[in-house]
């Protein structure tokens, strides 16, 4: 009767340790994957960053230029970057198929 019970108690607790095993290996591998993924998402926010820096140092030389030649003054500038970009009407990606 005694091993039968050990053995009702056994089996049980073998099964618990078995499936927090294979869920912990489950949850490793998307720990790997998550890893990488913030890997990837860390190198495009740095080229990110680094265009727009670009294009803010760019934006800057153009001011200083339009503003040297006397094409513009502070007002106009000022008038533009509260317009802000025009939006343009959407391209079709290059070699895609549309119908026009």
């Known amino acids: ?6 053995a009702g108690i056994a089996l049980p607790l073998l099964a618990l340790a078995v499936a927090l095993v294979w869920t912990g290996r ?3 591998r998307e720990l790997k994957a998550l890893r990488k993924s913030l890997r990837g ?3 495009r926010l740095a080229a990110a960053e680094k265009s727009a820096d670009e294009a ?4 800057e030389a153009a001011t200083h230029v339009l503003l040297e030649k006397g094409l513009a003054d502070l007002e106009d500038l000022e008038a533009a970057r509260r317009r802000g970009p025009q939006e343009e009407a959407p391209q079709p990606a290059r070699g895609s198929r549309t119908l026009h």
């Open 26 to 28: 489950a949850q490793a």
């Open 1 to 6: 009767m005694l091993p039968l019970l050990a």
């Open 56 to 59: 803010a140092q760019f934006a």
């Open 41 to 43: 998402m860390e190198t």
